[in-house]
């Protein structure tokens, strides 16, 4: 019994380095990838030296965040301080023991696994909360102060956007959702006002361009984490990074049909989680181009769109949804 423990103990570790070590290495060139499309949309460069194309400069970054001193402000709460990247971090690598990366490619398979995102996602909050808190700055604590107010607004709106997909699939699991794709297409094709908003919504709850008004360098230095240096910067940077590469893939699986394909013979040859990844990338590539292409909004604006239009729009749209449903008997006749 102590031997199966030891082995199902390392097998663990193993699954779950399998897991963390290519998240992480997507994190870092996430980076490489937004610094080379704005280089491009604004016709320069962008990273080219270290590396053949720059291809190691994410990673050079990373050496040098390692080895720079870490300044601790005299009058903070260290503990809270030291604490809340490192919490900010490992919730956003928490998100993905449930994402499906394959039909039978997942660090563990739940039921509720629409809901364990939703619940890991919001504890986030607090981590940027305690940042601007523990740093007794007032730019910190503005920063985070309007990044929690932003993040509840939309978490709201998100929410009711989950609750029509759980409605329209009947079911709570990631791969359900992505199942009943395959037989009746993309959610995107019958909810395609419901997916414009939901990428609004990422946008606003990653707190990027043109919704990244914690992040507002002329008005509040940096935000939450104006304190923060070397690795205890970088834990934040990995965070934040790690949240819009998990909100890609998780708009690819309930929107985009995940690693599922039409049944051409040029789709069956590539692998599923190759199809998965490469709508990820999409995304991604997305999140970059909204970083150059929009201005940013007022905080003001920010509110109104999400409390004022977003929500009741998709409010009204969970109404229709749940009455089409009753209508129809169920999702079936509904999508036929």
């Known amino acids: 019994m102590y031997n199966i423990n030891i082995k199902f103990f390392f097998f663990l570790i193993l699954k779950t380095l399998i897991i963390i070590v290519p998240i992480l290495l997507c994190v870092a060139y996430f980076t490489h990838i937004e610094r080379k499309i704005m280089g491009t949309v604004q016709r320069r460069q962008g990273p080219n030296v270290v590396g053949s194309f720059g291809t190691l400069q994410a990673i050079a970054d990373g050496l040098k965040l390692l080895v720079k001193e870490v300044i601790l402000p005299s009058n903070s709460n260290l503990s809270i301080f030291l604490l809340t990247p490192v919490l900010t971090f490992s919730l956003s690598l928490m998100n993905w023991a449930v994402i499906p990366f394959d039909f039978h490619a997942f660090y563990v398979n739940i039921n509720v696994s629409l809901l364990y995102l ?15 808190w523990a740093s007794n700055s007032k730019y910190s604590f503005l920063g985070s102060i309007r990044s929690v107010a932003q993040m509840i607004s939309y978490e709201v709106c998100i ?20 199942m009943v794709q ?8 019958f909810q395609l006002l419901l997916f414009i908003i939901f990428l609004i919504c990422i946008l606003a709850e990653t707190n990027r361009h043109p919704f990244d008004l914690p992040e507002a360098e002329s008005e509040l230095v940096s935000g939450y984490n104006t304190e923060y240096s070397s690795m205890s910067f970088a834990l934040f940077f990995l965070g934040e990074y790690g949240n819009m590469l998990l909100m890609s893939s998780l708009t690819a699986l309930i929107f985009c049909g995940g690693w599922l394909m039409p049944d051409l013979l040029i789709f069956t040859l590539i692998p599923g989680s190759i199809i998965f990844a490469i709508k990820t990338l999409v995304f991604v590539i997305f999140f970059a181009w909204m970083r150059v292409l929009l201005p940013r909004y007022r905080y003001d604006q920010l509110m109104i769109l999400g409390w004022k239009k977003l929500l009741p729009f998709v409010m009204v749209i969970f109404i229709i949804t749940y009455l089409l449903l009753i209508t129809f008997n169920g999702i079936p006749n509904l999508l036929i």
């Open 159 to 178: 929410g009711f956007i989950l609750l029509i997909i759980v409605l329209i699939t009947g079911s709570f699991n990631l791969i359900d959702i992505v």
């Open 118 to 132: 939703f619940a890991i996602s919001s504890l986030s909050i607090y981590g940027i909360l305690l940042s601007g």
């Open 182 to 189: 395959q037989n009746y297409n993309w959610l995107m094709i």
